[in-house]
């Protein structure tokens, strides 16, 4: 089996609202999933789920073949900073520590030295066009910037999955296509995978496969190949 995550049935409700109603779906090594839909359709929903932040009430989560569903929410919280890139909506930035520190933050938590993680984030700051503002930190961003380090600092550990919520969703043209390359190709030479949630066109054409969501499950149940 080459799926390196899979959803099974996830059903997962807020007070009155079912968020996700009984989603499928499976995730291959080296495969870039768009998650598509109209506003209030699930998607960040669904992207949680993927990546551990939020547990189902029922279905199965499995990551590498390890029930993410079944973990608690520490040895999910050391998995995420190990094996999953996340890029949450709005960047999500330590507002009191520089950009560098903020890209470098995932390696530091998990006992790398100093420089290392400082060297290593900063690579990532100079590939996402951003390494200018490595010493500012996020008020001093635009929200394309922050967005850009948040992305640095889903890739510096080497994940072997990225879930990105809109990670060029406060980009223009130039930055977004920067971004996007850097995705990709951090997915494609690890042999890692990417689930992106997106209303972007071009970030649904660049993938493998997108996926359409409406009201808490997948069109149809399936997914729509492009290659
Ligand atoms: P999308 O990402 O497609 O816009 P979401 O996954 O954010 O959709 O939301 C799906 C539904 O679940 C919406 O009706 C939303 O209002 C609701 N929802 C999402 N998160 C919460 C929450 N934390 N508390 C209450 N309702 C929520």
Redesign the pocket.
């Known amino acids: 089996m080459t799926h390196l995550l899979k959803l099974r049935g996830v059903h997962k409700s807020?007070?009155h609202?079912e968020?996700l109603r009984g989603v499928s779906l499976e995730v291959q090594r080296g495969e870039v999933v768009a998650v598509t839909?109209?506003?209030?359709?699930?998607?960040?929903?669904?992207l949680h789920c993927a990546a551990g932040v939020l547990v189902p009430e029922s279905g199965a989560v499995t990551f590498d073949g390890q029930r993410l569903d079944e973990l608690d929410e520490a040895a999910r919280t050391r998995l995420r900073r190990r094996e999953i890139g996340l890029v949450l909506q709005f960047g999500q930035l330590v507002p009191e520590l520089t950009a560098v520190q903020n890209a470098a933050l995932p390696l530091l938590l998990d006992g790398t030295d100093r420089r290392t993680a400082r060297t290593a984030a900063l690579g990532w700051l100079e590939r996402l066009g951003v390494a200018e503002v490595a010493d500012q930190v996020p008020a001093e961003l635009s929200g394309g910037q922050a967005q850009r380090v948040a992305v640095a600092r889903a890739l510096v550990t080497g994940p072997r999955i990225v879930c990105a919520?809109e990670p060029t969703g406060a980009l223009d043209t130039v930055a977004t296509e920067v971004v996007l390359t850097q995705l990709l190709a951090a997915v494609r030479d690890a042999g890692s995978a990417l689930l992106v949630?997106t209303h972007d066109n071009r970030v649904a054409a660049r993938a493998d496969r997108e996926v359409v969501?409406h009201d808490?499950a997948l069109v149809g149940g399936q997914s729509v190949a492009r290659s």
């Open positions: 807020f007070a609202t968020a839909g109209p506003s209030g359709s699930g998607k960040s929903t669904l919520d949630v969501l808490g």
